[in-house]
């Protein structure tokens, strides 16, 4: 039988302050400054969590976790991304993800030396091979020094 195709996509920003470590795809990147966020402020899993979500129209993760909620403070995002695939099964049933096309902007630090682990990182989480975890990293050229932003596409099929 023929497979049906789905594109998902998610972002997602958030600004740099306090202390570091850093959460990209739940790996603890050295940095001098964290992700001020009412999670533990991965962006990128949350935009992998809003495109899990987004390709079968079933909404964002505020559907999931209302930001009023306080009980999610300093929630762990890999529970995000769980909660996320948990929803896209119980719509849709067994769906195969095909890729993950993800692009982080950070200006500082670099995370090329992280690549290989975020990838396995996210893979893990979804049950892929790492080879299946395409990881772009540019800076915002100085622009948005402040922040630290993921987009997410992905592909889907069942
Ligand atoms: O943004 P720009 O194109 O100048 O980034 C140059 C390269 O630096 C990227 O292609 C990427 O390999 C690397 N980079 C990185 N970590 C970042 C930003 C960029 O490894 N936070
Ligand atoms: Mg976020």
Known sequence: MQREFRVGHGQDAHRLAG????????????????????????????????????????????????????????????????????DLHRHVGAVRIENVAAVVTLDAPKLGAWREEIAASVAGLLGITPDAVGLTFKTSEGMAPDHVQASVTLLLSR
Not at 48 to 69: H, T, V
């Open 19 to 86: 202390a570091g470590p850093l959460l990209v795809g739940g790996v603890r990147v050295e940095s001098p400054r964290g992700a001020l966020a009412h999670s533990d402020g991965d962006v990128l899993l949350h935009a992998l969590a809003d495109a899990l979500l987004s390709a079968y129209a079933l909404g964002d993760i505020g559907r999931l976790f209302p930001p009023s909620d306080p009980s999610h403070a300093g929630l762990d995002s890999r529970e995000i991304v769980a909660r996320a695939l948990d």
